[in-house]
């Protein structure tokens, strides 16, 4: 989870690694649509050592809604691990799928 000292109210960005059995489980049109519940922008996109990545930026409140979601995935995932770190802001205007 994102760090409570952070007002609840400041757009922040982070990155997430999604680990496990997540890819081919519709993981990335999925978190698209949540992203879309928490007003969240960024992009998901899968890489080639079989993680899921995505890059967010959103409310403090609402990045921890969508990696609490992120833990456990589409039914079909198994996420044996997730590794958020802060990163610069981008200023994402959507979210979306990257292939």
């Not at 000292?5 to 890819?23: E, P």
């Not at 489980?25 to 007003?39: G, I, M, P, Y």
Request: glycine content about 6%; proline content about 2%.
């Amino acid at each position: 989870m994102l760090n409570k000292n952070i007002s609840k109210d400041k757009v922040i960005a982070c990155s997430i690694t999604i680990f496990g059995d997540v890819q081919g489980v519709f993981f990335r049109k999925l978190s698209k649509e949540k992203a879309k519940e928490f007003n969240i922008t960024g992009f998901v996109r899968n890489l080639d050592d079989k993680t899921v990545y995505i890059e967010c930026e959103g409310k403090r409140d609402a990045l921890n809604k969508f990696i609490t979601w992120c833990k456990h995935g589409p039914d079909f995932a198994n996420v044996t691990d997730v590794r958020i770190a802060n990163i610069p802001m981008k200023n994402f205007r959507d979210f979306s799928v990257v292939y």
